[in-house]
């Protein structure tokens, strides 16, 4: 079975702090992909990155960066430079690789992030 | 529209109501998707349809929930004689291929309440 934990549920910042939301899997694929999504207030999922588990490498996006850690099955998000607009509930998930369950996501429980002015 | 369309938004519905929650997916995309999100959770997955093929029901919690999608465009998920149990938001979503090879676009949910 998979799994998704997302120890912290919630967590405040003032702006322009930094900030890492931590993700850890549980999986007996040798092929699966990991995600990020942001929710909003509205609801929407909204994607911010996947990542497949044959690529380890770092990636960085404007203020957003991922730590993708095989060894200890671990996908970090750190945010920088931490603004308001980033105020959302952050989901961290994984998918399987079998076609007939359409590579569905299974979602950790979600962060609440809070950023202050 | 260019995302994905669901409704209603809001539904208020008695115990023992049954609900109907609409899903209009992306034009052209064949995997679609229903996830339950309860109240500070994330959303599990309900059920996966394959154009109108559904290939996993799994997630449905019980036999009262139902979903179609005939025509591998519009799905709609069914819940007959609904308890409070079932509040929660309902999330449609699809993709354009079958495998993880595109993104996942999800709609804003359908907030369904039981009194």
């Known amino acids: 079975a998979q799994k998704v934990t997302q120890a912290q549920t919630e967590i405040s910042v003032v702006e322009k702090e930094d900030v890492t939301l931590d993700c850890v899997y549980e999986t007996r694929d040798t092929t699966y992909y990991l995600f990020w999504y942001k929710q909003p207030p509205s609801g929407e999922l909204v994607f911010l990155i996947r990542?497949?588990?044959?690529?380890?490498q770092n990636e960085i996006s404007g203020r957003y960066s991922w730590n993708f850690q095989k060894s200890t099955s671990s996908f970090n998000f750190t945010i920088t430079a931490s603004q308001v607009v980033d105020s959302a509930v952050y989901f961290c998930?994984?998918?399987?690789?079998?076609?007939?369950?359409?590579?569905?996501?299974?979602f950790g429980e979600g962060t609440q992030l809070t950023v202050n002015p | 529209g260019a995302g994905v369309s669901q409704s209603p938004r809001y539904k208020v519905a008695k115990r023992g109501q049954d609900v109907a929650l609409r899903c209009d997916p992306i034009?052209?995309?064949?995997?679609l998707f229903w996830y339950q999100q309860a109240l500070g959770q994330g959303p599990e997955f309900l059920t996966y349809?394959?154009?109108?093929?559904?290939?996993?029901k799994s997630g449905l919690p019980s036999d009262r929930f139902f979903a179609e999608r005939p025509e591998g465009s519009v799905s709609t998920l069914k819940i007959q004689r609904t308890q409070q149990e079932d509040s929660a938001v309902y999330l449609c979503?699809?993709?354009?291929?079958?495998?993880?090879?595109?993104?996942?676009?999800f709609g804003e949910g359908s907030r369904l309440t039981v009194l």
């Open positions: 998930a994984l998918s399987e690789a079998e076609e007939t369950s359409g590579s569905r996501l299974t």
């Open positions: 990542r497949n588990s044959f690529d380890e």
């Open positions: 349809f394959q154009n109108e093929a559904q290939l996993d």
């Open positions: 034009s052209g995309h064949v995997s």
């Open positions: 979503a699809s993709r354009r291929f079958v495998r993880e090879s595109g993104e996942l676009f």
